[in-house]
């Protein structure tokens, strides 16, 4: 982990980067289906947040518009060997300066039951009740900006 590059945006290649790593974490290693996983939010529009080290994608987010004041972050991923070093924090960070320069009032999660401590660490709050989406149980988190 010597060169650190986080690039956020909507180019072919962090579209790329961000399916590899969302392939090796949550289709491999999870075991989520293909076609859940990759979905029609995955367009040329899609704005991707990419962490790597080098040349090689470690962690990703995804940022989704829902209407003019909300927006949705989602397929937070880090590769496995690269967990436990903040890694998914910065990714999400970046995305949430992104919505404050958009003017987005309030950021949504749909997160893993499992990693809502994680957003909760970053400011989010639990909405609702847990659910169950793919097949895993979830949750929904939000915060105002």
Do not use: W
Request: net charge negative.
């Amino acid at each position: 982990m010597e060169d650190l590059r986080l690039e956020v945006g909507t180019a072919v290649h962090l579209r790329a980067a961000s399916s590899y790593i969302r392939m090796r974490v949550f289709v491999l290693e999870k075991s989520l289906a293909l076609t859940d996983e990759f979905d029609q939010n995955d367009t040329a529009e899609t704005i991707y947040s990419v962490l790597f080290d080098g040349n090689l994608p470690v962690a990703t987010a995804r940022f989704l518009f829902e209407t003019d004041e909300v927006a949705r972050i989602g397929r937070v991923a880090t590769l496995k060997e690269y967990r436990g070093k903040q890694l998914g924090s910065q990714v999400v960070k970046a995305l949430e300066a992104l919505a404050r320069k958009k003017q987005i009032k309030q950021i949504v999660i749909h997160a893993e039951l499992t990693a809502a401590e994680f957003y909760e660490n970053l400011g989010y709050l639990r909405v609702g009740q847990p659910y169950e989406e793919d097949g895993v149980p979830c949750i929904t988190l939000d915060k105002g900006l």
